[in-house]
């Protein structure tokens, strides 16, 4: 099926959408992204998305060229034009086309894209049932990785070599500990403590991953915001990661060694459903 697609200001079919080759976002990663999730038609945490995509814009100085009604509106419109009822939506803004310059230029419109996949069985997702495995890898990305830019091929390398070692992910290593997954939080569990890295340049603040921390805590359960080594993960009795594409998602192997039971854990499948049962009654 052909998609509608929206390119700076116009819905269009997919093959029809163009953007310049002098787009910065093609010449110099110098864009930002946003991806949410729908589900039952509606969208996932849309005001958590919109909010990290403005303070992405902000560090990079770009400009937003829409309002967070705008931008809520054209999720709605491609939600109904392509009929998704579980899927994602695609955010990409970059600071536009112009000539090839290593300044950031003046005056030049952003080019916003957006588009969707269909995705039936992201809530329902058999991975969920069996758990992910992953290796570790050592983090060589650039040091601002809060910003949530277009720059993704050290993650799609890591994708690669997980799946080179039959893994479906990989957990990246700074300085001996774990900052996330490629494109993902990562989390272990050991007792009733979940255990995340704290937020700063190093990791995304995933969306996701505020929502599913207050939830724990909500539910009484302990969380402590602080660096873990892969050795800490081998010997936890839980692992997982959250994203806007996973939810919540049980990690049963790191490295070639089962973690806990080797299956999913408790914790990892109890928030993910009070995840997914909270989110779909706030759904917009
Ligand atoms: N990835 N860390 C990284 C490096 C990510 O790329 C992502 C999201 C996350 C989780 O953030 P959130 O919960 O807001 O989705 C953490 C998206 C899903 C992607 O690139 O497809």
Redesign the pocket.
Known sequence: MTRTVYVNGTYLPEHEATVSIFDRGFLFADGV???TSVLDGKLIDFA??AK?LQRSLDELEMANPTTEDELLAIHRELVRANTITEG?I?LQITRGAADRDFAYPEGVTPTIVLFTQAKTGLADNPMAKVGMKVISIEDQRWGR?DI?TVQ?LY?SMGKMAAKAAGAHDAWMVEDGVVT??????AYIVKGNTIITRQLGHE???????AAVLRMAREAQMKVDERPFTIDEAKAADEAFV?????FVMPVVEIDGVAIGTGAPGAVATRLREIYLDEMRKAAI
């Open positions: 992204y946003e991806v958590g998305h990290r994602l695609y990785r949530k993704l993650p996330e997954g490629t494109s993902n939080n990791i995304l603040s995933g969306i996701t991953r959250t994203s806007a594409s996973t």
